[in-house]
């Protein structure tokens, strides 16, 4: 029995032993583990090192961006907000034109390094993206027929045809105005003031900085009901991740709105009274 007893201690103490053995081990080797590094974002200092930021846009959208029917020259209040941006970091711009429906995916693949096109927050929550902070506040209004009185305010248009840009957040309005009768989609706002002229529609639902220039161009057959039926935040645009360019993006801003380059580029292109 006492040799027993010896032998059980024995025992016990080899596979104590071992398992102390096996728990060292096994916390050394954890503790050997490599700690994952983070990601560093190189956005910014990638623009900075070529010198220029490439500015993809629609220039489609006056007074935004549209190109000059005298010389083809892209003009507009985004325009010179990039030229300002850009001025203020110290780099040059590139401009990218290119159709509206692309550009999400052209910032997502990395073919612009920035969208400044009028597009709205709500419009680029559609993509995987880095959003500057708001650089204006759009107001969409509902524009008319100029010998149709029927229509005075967002009440008016249950019953009625009302036309909007696809994939818009003219668009995104006129999905929540409840009782309107059918919507009209269209590629291009240009196509839904033509059928409104021609009273295919009863209605358009447009940014009002837009609709306004195109009638001081001509100011006949439409007209805008006044009170604004939604406003909407408009940013900049950058690839998921581009978290130091968003920054110097959002520094920027602050800096030409200071100094006085962002109210002279309003006053320049959006002051339409």
Request: one cysteine or more; hydrophobic letters at 40%; glycine letters at 8%.
């Amino acid at each position: 029995m006492v040799r027993m007893f010896k032998k059980s201690k024995c025992l016990t103490a080899v596979l104590v032993g071992i398992c102390l053995t096996g728990l060292i081990i096994f916390m050394g080797g954890c503790g050997s583990k490599e700690t994952a590094k983070p990601v560093t974002d190189s956005s910014w200092d990638k623009v900075k090192t070529k010198g220029e930021i490439v500015v993809g846009l629609c220039a489609e959208y006056a007074p935004f961006e549209s190109r000059n029917e005298k010389n083809g020259e892209i003009e507009g209040f985004d325009i010179d907000l990039a030229n300002a941006l850009a001025q203020e970091l110290g780099i040059k711009v590139k401009i990218m034109d290119a159709q509206w429906e692309s550009l999400l995916g052209g910032i997502e693949k990395g073919d612009y390094d920035i969208l400044i096109t009028c597009m709205s927050r709500k419009e680029a929550a559609n993509g995987n993206v880095n959003m500057s902070d708001t650089y204006y506040s759009l107001n969409e209004v509902i524009v008319v027929n100029s010998v149709d009185n029927s229509i005075n305010g967002i009440n008016d248009l249950k019953g009625k045809v009302v036309g909007v840009q696809t994939q818009t957040s003219s668009e995104e309005t006129a999905d929540k105005i409840a009782g309107i009768k059918e919507i009209k989609r269209y590629n291009r706002n240009p196509e839904a003031l033509i059928d409104l002229k021609n009273k295919r529609i009863d209605a358009v639902i447009v940014g009002y900085a837009y609709v306004a220039t195109q009638l001081k161009n001509d100011a006949t057959d439409v007209k805008i009901i006044a009170a604004p039926v939604a406003s909407s935040d408009i940013v900049m645009v950058m690839k998921k991740g581009n978290d130091t360019l968003t920054a110097k993006i959002n520094e920027a801003l602050g800096k030409i709105k200071q100094n006085g380059k962002y109210d002279a580029a309003v006053n320049k292109w959006l002051k339409v009274d």
